[in-house]
């Protein structure tokens, strides 16, 4: 068991841990019995392996502390469950009270029999960071959404102490924008929530590969409670500050560190260290970004190695952000909870049935419709998309798209069509729309020219990668001709932009490999090319 102290649960010492690596044995080796197995066998009823707000409550300054006693007395450690949903909530900015939002939510559903909802949080009230093991709401009956407290506005009277679900491990202030806190985070939950699934969502304010400039915008002096954001505003308040460089993308920002926020590649290589410590090596079940502004093709190709799907929004999301009470109700009360084999048949992917749901979930919380948990916001969109399938002959198709135009078509009808290409907040632009465009001002070629070919190709391939999407009214227009139908990509469409950001660009996985020296163009260079 580990060393339990004060409420506090402490994760195993850094020599430990160093040890296991070193003698090559792995974290990711489960405990032989399924937790349920096991509290059935010790006679655990309901109310002692799930967590009772009746039988541990201990409140305190931080909140509730009752935790210790109820965690040792359910062996957590000795068995494993079918899903871990670890949450990396960063809240210590303009996002306190939305933060409050989504963990009553949660706390809608709370955990279960198979399934561990963990949290990090961390918000602007200088009261530390705390990991909370997520329980449901003793006063919420199954499926009923409370409706006392829905908007981040309702929660204005609301504090860190007055979270329900209680406190597994409570840190001092920590920057959440500092990739060692996340990982740490992860690395604690995989060693005291043993399972077969596990799920990252990256909780905070996004900005994908890089976003542009908007009007003066600080959020770390105020709580936001409109439901829109505009990241842009957030941008241009980054660029101006005078401890830090300009931010040009990245996600988690911490306003009380300076702003100071985790890179992509930071974001990557976090992953890639958990996984290869407490995985083996396999990749998460899902990565899922409650954020803005995430769903780059730059950005999904950094990450494609660490989990087997990727989740989120090419778009600026409102507050609210993700509908964790009925995303968590699919996972807890579906079948995808459970045994997976023994509720569809072998073969059959839990986290594929999953992550396919999710963006459907996001954009029926946000129809305004009477049953809609979230309101109405009519530019929300979310995909979903397969990591394996984006491994594969994704950049060699880029590169023979990019080649095509660059043999095919000139400059200037070019840079127009990109201008007209359907575009999301900061650097991104609709990939499957260009092509559509492209398509329309070749329509007299013949299908078997190699432009019409290249292109019909690469929205295959978009086709592919993309399992799933949630798309609002908002984009019903622009849905005839492909927009939203996939994942953007950086496409300037003018010189400054193009010399501004072509640096940090180029820096990008999905530059490198869709730019080998044996290509005769690449994405790189078609972007060059049309702005020599």
């Given at each position: 068991m580990p060393n339990i102290q004060g409420g506090d649960i402490f994760p195993l010492s850094f020599p430990i841990i160093f040890l296991l690596l070193f003698l090559n044995i792995s974290h990711a080796d489960l405990p032989a019995i399924e937790c349920k197995d096991l509290w059935l066998k010790n006679n655990l009823t309901k109310g002692k392996y799930l967590y009772s707000f009746n039988i541990h409550p201990h409140k305190t300054e931080r909140g509730n502390e009752g935790y210790a006693p109820f965690y040792e007395s359910i062996s957590r450690q000795s068995c494993f469950k079918e899903w871990a949903v670890f949450i990396y909530m960063n809240a210590d900015n303009d996002l306190t009270l939305p933060s409050y939002t989504d963990i009553d939510e949660m706390e809608n559903i709370g955990s279960s029999i198979s399934v561990d909802v963990i949290v990090y949080h961390d918000s602007n009230?200088?009261?530390?960071?705390?990991y909370l093991h997520i329980a449901k709401d003793p006063?919420?009956?199954?499926?009923?959404?409370?409706?006392?407290?829905?908007?981040?506005?309702?929660?204005?009277?609301?504090?860190?102490?007055?979270?329900?679900?209680?406190?597994?491990?409570?840190?001092?202030?920590?920057?959440?924008?500092?990739?060692?806190?996340?990982?740490?985070?992860?690395?604690?939950?995989?060693?005291?929530?043993?399972?077969?699934?596990?799920?990252?969502?990256?909780?905070?304010?996004?900005?994908?590969?890089?976003?542009?400039?908007?009007?003066?915008?600080?959020?770390?002096?105020?709580?936001?409670?409109?439901?829109?954001?505009?990241?842009?505003?957030?941008?241009?308040?980054?660029?101006?500050?005078?401890?830090?460089?300009?931010?040009?993308?990245?996600?988690?920002?911490?306003?009380t560190s300076d702003d100071h926020s985790m890179t992509i590649p930071q974001l990557r290589k976090?992953?890639?260290n958990v996984r290869m410590a407490y995985r083996e090596g396999k990749p998460f079940d899902l990565l899922g970004s409650d954020a803005c502004l995430m769903q780059m093709l730059e950005v999904a190709f950094e990450l494609k190695d660490e989990a087997r799907f990727i989740i989120g929004s090419q778009a600026a999301q409102a507050n609210l952000g993700w509908p964790y009470t009925t995303i968590l109700r699919e996972l807890i009360h579906h079948p995808l909870g459970r045994k997976t084999n023994e509720t569809f048949g072998e073969g059959i992917d839990a986290a594929y049935q999953w992550a396919k749901k999710i963006p459907e979930l996001y954009q029926k919380s946000y129809s305004g419709e009477s049953n809609s948990s979230q309101g109405e916001n009519p530019k929300a969109v979310m995909t979903t998309i397969n990591s394996a399938e984006l491994s594969l002959a994704f950049p060699h198709v880029l590169n023979d798209f990019g080649d095509a135009l660059m043999n095919f078509m000139r400059v200037d009808p070019l840079r127009s069509l990109i201008g007209k290409t359907f575009s999301f907040s900061g650097l991104s632009q609709d990939l499957y729309h260009f092509t559509h465009l492209i398509n329309e001002w070749l329509k007299e070629e013949p299908p078997t020219a190699p432009i019409k070919k290249a292109t019909q190709s690469l929205r295959d391939w978009l086709t592919r990668i993309t399992v799933s999407r949630g798309v609002s009214q908002y984009y019903d227009e622009v849905e005839k001709t492909g927009a939203a139908k996939t994942v953007s990509i950086w496409l300037p469409a003018s010189n400054e932009e193009f010399r501004k950001h072509f640096g940090e660009f180029k820096r990008s996985r999905l530059y490198r490999d869709a730019s080998s020296p044996t290509n005769l163009g690449g994405w790189a260079r078609f972007n060059e090319y049309i702005h020599k």
């Open positions: 009230e200088h009261t530390g960071s705390r006063n919420v009956t199954t499926g009923t959404i409370r409706k006392n407290r829905k908007r981040p506005r309702d929660f204005v009277d609301f504090h860190d102490l007055d979270i329900l679900s209680p406190i597994a491990k409570w840190l001092p202030e920590t920057d959440s924008g500092d990739i060692s806190t996340f990982q740490h985070f992860l690395e604690w939950g995989l060693t005291h929530y043993p399972s077969k699934h596990v799920a990252v969502i990256v909780w905070s304010h996004g900005m994908g590969w890089g976003a542009t400039l908007g009007d003066e915008y600080d959020f770390t002096a105020h709580q936001t409670t409109e439901n829109i954001f505009d990241p842009l505003k957030l941008l241009n308040h980054l660029s101006n500050l005078s401890k830090t460089p300009p931010h040009t993308g990245g996600i988690s920002f911490d306003g976090a992953l890639a």
